[in-house]
């Protein structure tokens, strides 16, 4: 019986080892790999259309009538010229850490108009139109990934029209016209909905100042002058195409 049990016991231990080694290996189990945020970046050409409306403030003083001075200037009255817009945008961005800079020059047809019944003359009406406007501006701004806060500002031009006009008859009496440069600034708040696309909305105001317009008659001569000075508020709703810039991946 003794000599039974240490036969089993031996066999045991030399057995051991034998099913050891049949056991399969562990599987390998990998890594698991750092999660990767995108992060949007600004840099890079964009090209877009936007459309709005906007209001003109505009006061008229009569100068000058048929080459004598008025002094001191008598007031015609005050009116805003109102109206929709659309138009275009191009520009440059380029971002470094969370701050935007960029570049942008922007093209808007307008039909922003107004009138007001002349205070020296209560039968004439003077209306005001503005046509078209530009906008050649600097940004600079701090995004959120992809959302992005900026301020503009640079330089604006506006075309104008003008005339005074016989309130029973609607006979034009005089007319003028000029092309008015001032001051801009904005600000504005934009959104990328995909890679390449961005909407955004921004409101923009126009210093034209004040500046001396000559009315003319029928006859094309010269029949007064009025110191003219008008500011300009336009809201927008922008979108952009972006290219050139990449959508960069950070761990």
Known sequence: MKKMLVGTVALITLAAPASAADLAA?????????????????????????????????????????????????SLGCHDATGG?????????????????????QG??????????NLAAPDIQNETKIDAFGLFTGQVGYAWNNVLLYVK???????????????????????????RWGGAVGAGL?????????????YDHLFMGDRDVNFVDAAGA???????????????????YRWGGPVVAKY
């Open 108 to 117: 808007n047809w307008a039909d922003f108009k107004g009138s007001n019944a």
């Open 153 to 179: 500002g640079g330089a604006a031009v506006v075309s104008d029209k003008y005339r005074a006009f016989d309130i029973p008859t609607g006979l034009t009496i005089v007319s003028g016209s000029e092309t």
């Open 190 to 202: 934009e959104f990328s909905f995909a890679p390449n696309w961005s909407v955004g909305v921004e």
């Open 85 to 105: 817009t659309v138009g275009g945008q191009i520009g440059y961005r380029w971002q470094t850490a969370g701050w935007v800079f960029g570049v942008e020059a």
């Open 222 to 240: 010269v029949a007064a002058t009025a110191r003219i000075g008008q500011d300009v508020d336009i809201g927008l709703v922008r979108m952009n």
């Open 26 to 74: 562990r599987p390998y189990t990998k890594a698991p790999q750092p999660v990767v945020a995108p992060i949007y970046d600004w840099s890079g050409f964009y090209i877009g259309i936007n459309g709005g409306g906007g209001s003109a403030h505009k006061c008229w003083d009569l100068i000058n009538v048929g080459g004598v001075p008025i002094a001191p200037p008598v």
